[in-house]
């Protein structure tokens, strides 16, 4: 009885971050078409150039890249190339899965250290045409992406059976 409630309540928490990294990224895509289309609105329908609008844009664009990423991992909808380890025996195919999450992992954690090292160093510079955000902004995105993706890969090998051949 214990296992199935510590799995229930294992589900309903992964199941929150997967709800909760869905509406930041699909908040952010929102965002990202109003401004946009804001742009389109200021340049060629009321024919003033309005710098921020573009700037934004560039910031929300890395902010939707980065927590793409951890919407990928929730789905594990990532583009792999399965063909080759599909053809291996079921253990093997295991390993093989074992040893690209732990590279995925090392790669997502010296991404996640970059992050930190850069954001006190990029705190003292504005950006150009948004004097009141600092370009510490584009470093925030990691440290909330990073950690989420790892515990969807954590997951993943946690749920991982066979590569299928497609």
């Known amino acids: ?8 309540v294992n589900e309903m928490f992964r199941k929150r ?3 909760l990294v869905k509406i930041m990224g699909n908040t952010l895509l929102i965002l990202l078409v109003f401004c946009v289309l804001m742009q389109v609105i200021f340049r060629y329908v009321l ?11 560039r910031v929300i664009t890395i902010w939707l890249t980065i927590i793409g990423l951890a ?3 929730s789905e594990n909808t990532q583009i792999t190339t399965t063909y080759f380890v599909s053809k291996m025996k079921g253990s093997y195919q295991k390993i093989w ?14 991404f996640f250290v970059g992050s930190l090292k850069m954001l006190p160093k990029a705190s003292n510079i504005m950006l150009g045409s948004m004097p009141f955000l ?7 995105p990691p440290i909330i992406a990073v950690p989420l993706a790892i515990i969807f890969i954590i997951y993943q090998l946690k749920d991982f059976k066979e590569f299928t051949e497609i």
């Not at 150039?49 to 934004?56: A, G, M, R, Y």
């Not at 899965?97 to 010296?110: D, E, G, Q, R």
């Open 134 to 140: 600092k370009t510490s902004i584009i470093y925030i």
């Open 97 to 110: 899965k074992t040893v690209i999450a732990l590279l995925t992992i090392i790669f997502l954690c010296t």
């Open 1 to 8: 009885i214990t296992i199935i409630l510590y799995e229930g």
């Open 17 to 19: 971050l997967h709800d």
């Open 47 to 57: 024919k003033i150039s309005v710098p921020w609008t573009e700037e934004l844009a």
């Open 71 to 73: 919407v990928i991992e």
